[in-house]
């Protein structure tokens, strides 16, 4: 198969081409420093000329919903638009689990763009996964100081590399519009990832758990994000990953 990645250089996008690559599938890496804008659409068709299958992975960090439901509207859109015309047979959308009820910032752009592709014209997966294993570092690195404040946040992280090679695995076998959604082997808190990813990189900080108000904070803090049966679940814990030497956090 010829498979365009959208996001293709980042935490899940290079996972995800390295799976597909190993696979023996011709990869199309969809980025800017490939020479394709997917918010502005440039090199957007001549990149899926001969493309079966395309795999969405593009992310922005925000927790504002009316930025996050502009950056997946106007990517989606654009993509959608372009793999009609070229004729791309199954459109690919990681989301995330457990969202429903969670139509507020960061989330509220991926349930906004899974209407769009729901409604859209091109066959279509949506693949959930739940949160990564790189997310509780993404959020130490952004944090300076000796205290980092982690939102309570209840999950079942997944390694990003995992996500990449199930979300191959969905591109592999054809739209069915709801995969079954991915989740990690063991429940976790944030706060004590984070904890165990500073002592594991020798670092001095006090983690502290704060509980955010309003329809954003109780979903992280209700256990929703770790996802109901029937679910996939992977197979390398928290600790394995960090013991693994793969851990990544941008």
Known sequence: ????????????????????????????????????????????????????????????TTLFAATARRFFETGTRNLLSAELTAGVKHHVALSIVGI?????????GKLAQERLIAAGPVPYTIARAAQFHEFAGQLLHGMKGPIAIMPMTLMR?????????????????GPVQRAVDLVGPRDERLADLARRQLAHEG????????RIPGVYGRGLASGSLRGVSPRIEARLTFDE??????????
């Open 241 to 250: 990953w960090l013991q693994s030497g793969t851990a990544f956090a941008r």
């Open 157 to 173: 992280p997944v390694a990003a590399q995992e996500v990449g090679d199930h979300l191959v695995t969905v591109a592999e076998g």
């Open 100 to 108: 429903d009820g969670i139509d507020a910032g960061y989330y509220a």
């Open 1 to 60: 198969m010829k498979i365009a990645i959208a996001g293709g250089t980042g935490t899940v996008g290079r996972h995800t081409v390295a799976a597909a690559r190993s696979r023996g599938h011709e990869v199309v890496i969809l980025s800017r420093s490939h020479g394709v804008d997917v918010q502005t659409g440039e090199g957007l068709a001549a990149a899926l000329t001969g493309v079966d299958a395309l795999i969405d992975v593009t992310n922005t």
């Open 203 to 210: 670092h001095r900080r006090r983690v502290v758990e704060l």
